[in-house]
């Protein structure tokens, strides 16, 4: 019964901000990482930024310096603020998350069901 639920997505200009959100509610024990994936019209989904449980973070070197991942570990939410957007960032973004259900239990790979992000002016 876990579901990520996202948010955020829009059309913006180059050069334009936008917050990117995912919830993940349902069962679960503890969530390992949380973070983001994007992927554009014939092209492989490709990793963004992800964030663990510590606040450790990674970053496509495409985005560094301009998104920040974060987190509200009490709301199993993940955030993706987006800075300086270029038109290369045009995507579908989908959340993703390494989820513990029950004590003892393995991780699971869920993802949500994808926001758009339009970059163009």
């Known amino acids: 019964q876990v579901q990520l639920v996202e948010s955020g997505g829009d059309l913006v200009q180059p050069g334009g901000s936008l917050r990117l959100s995912c919830a993940a509610s349902g069962s679960i024990f503890s969530i390992n990482s949380m973070g983001w994936y994007r992927q554009a019209p014939g092209k492989e989904r490709e990793l963004v930024a992800t964030i663990t449980s510590g606040d450790s973070t990674n970053y496509a070197d495409s985005v560094k310096g301009r998104f920040t991942n974060s987190r509200d570990n009490a709301k199993n939410t993940v955030y993706l603020l987006m800075n300086n957007l270029k038109p290369e960032d045009t995507a579908v973004y989908y959340c993703?998350?390494?989820?513990?259900?029950?004590?003892?239990?393995?991780?699971?790979?869920?993802w949500g069901q994808g926001t758009q992000v339009t970059v163009s002016s």
């Open positions: 993703n998350a390494q989820i513990v259900r029950r004590y003892r239990d393995y991780p699971r790979n869920y």
